[in-house]
């Protein structure tokens, strides 16, 4: 399945069990916040969507410097701080007293999120190799996606329990404390050679101008902003829009949910077997965009979905095609010396994307509704499949540079 055969098994298991425990522990904090027993009820649409924003604001504004810092003293210093900032967060979230210096708490999530992006990315691009590259960050796209779903999903069931919003935000705090203490015992450093004579400025300069960098914008930007709508308006859409029970909840996210893990596992087998990631990165837009067709257009009648129910986790499948591709194809065109400032420069497209989703997804809600939403979510695809046309392929990376592999 290509973590053993990349000679780097129990590293890469360890770091995805710590990443699965610290998004978790960062999206039950989100989901607690969203809800009305935080704070007492007071916080507002206008105040969810600031916090929702503040963080990757300050995630893309220090997250070159962590991506560059990792390429200078190592990955595993900064992982490990990552985790600690993200317990710090949840903590600090739980003894928050007024919006405004919940703004600021919610900064030091950005800062987590910053540090731990680009060094767990950098981690798993230098224990891969280009025949297994998409599916070792195919693994790390699992583990994420693990993270988000069971930590907001807990976050959700915990309060519907009854739990005290101020309990579950120091259990996330201490999951996540709990979870730097067994990467700094647990995790190797991935970063073999530092180099010192490389200046912070210099690294950026040297992948803020490479070429293939720039094309990766109207790529990864827009989708991105997808998974920010998603993270800021997924629950109340569901509320507001969807005619569904808890019965047909659980059969849909159990339906999309193992397919796409299905997916993200075998596309990005293929991935590597046949060395191309843009013919992956464009299906699985594809796919993801007639899903979301689909469920807009039944969203008044979901049941009516039911009578062609095999076409969901068909498209759920497809869909998995691009995360591992997409992430694969930024290390192909990473240089090694360089490769946490380029990460960390992903990271500034994933803070931008982060902004322009929840900001722009807002506004087509409210102004158009689902409509509106759909013909947002449908256009941002529309520019990363046209904008994948773009970008060159890297399958044959190992004959031009193999000192970069």
Do not use: C
Not at 7 to 30: C, D, E, K, P
Not at 126 to 140: K, P, Q, T, V
Not at 386 to 395: L, R, V
């Amino acid at each position: 399945m290509g973590l053993r055969a990349s000679g780097h098994f129990w590293n890469l298991m360890a770091m995805y069990a710590v990443t699965v425990i610290m998004r978790a522990s960062f999206y039950v904090s989100i989901a607690v916040v969203q809800s009305t027993s935080y704070m007492g009820g007071i916080l507002g649409t206008l105040e969810i969507a600031a916090v929702l924003i503040v963080y990757p604001v300050a995630e893309l504004t220090s997250v070159s410097f962590f991506g560059s810092y990792s390429d200078k003293i190592g990955r595993k210093p900064i992982f490990v701080l990552s985790l600690f900032l993200t317990g710090l967060a949840a903590f600090l979230f739980s003894v928050a007293n007024s919006f405004f210096v919940l703004l600021v708490f919610s900064a030091v999530f950005g800062l987590g999120a910053a540090s731990q992006v680009s060094t767990t990315l950098s981690m798993v691009a230098d224990m891969s190799s280009e025949s297994n590259r998409a599916r070792l960050m195919g693994y790390y796209d699992l583990s994420t996606l693990a993270g988000l779903a069971g930590g907001y999903g807990l976050g959700i069931l915990l309060l519907q329990f009854g739990w005290a919003a101020f309990l579950i935000l120091v259990a996330a705090g201490s999951a996540a404390t709990l979870a730097g203490i067994m990467a700094m015992i647990g995790i190797k450093e991935t970063r073999t050679e530092k180099r010192a004579e490389l200046s912070i400025t210099g690294l950026l300069r040297k992948v803020a101008s490479d070429r293939r960098i720039q094309m990766l914008i109207p790529v990864y930007v827009p989708i991105i902003s997808m998974y920010g709508i998603f993270i800021g308006y997924a629950e109340r859409i569901l509320e507001e829009e969807f005619s569904l029970g808890a019965t047909e909840l659980l059969m849909l996210f159990g339906l999309l949910g193992g397919s796409l893990v299905l997916g993200i596992i075998i596309m990005s087998h293929l991935s590597d077997r046949f060395m191309k990631r843009r013919p992956f990165i464009v299906v699985g837009l594809v796919g993801l965009g007639v899903l979301a067709y689909l469920l807009v257009s039944n969203s008044a009648d979901i049941t009516a979905l039911w009578a062609i129910w095999p076409v969901l986790p068909l498209l759920g499948f497809i869909a998995g095609a691009f995360p591992p591709a997409a992430m694969a194809y930024l290390t192909d065109v990473s240089d090694r010396e360089a490769r946490g400032t380029t990460m960390g420069v992903y990271s500034i497209f994933f803070g931008s994307g982060m902004i322009i989703g929840p900001a722009s997804g807002g506004f087509a809600y409210a102004t158009y509704g689902l409509v509106g939403l759909a013909v947002l979510v449908a256009a941002l695809i529309a520019i990363a499949v046209i904008g994948t046309y773009f970008m060159p392929e890297m399958h044959s990376r190992t004959e031009r540079h193999p000192e970069n592999i």
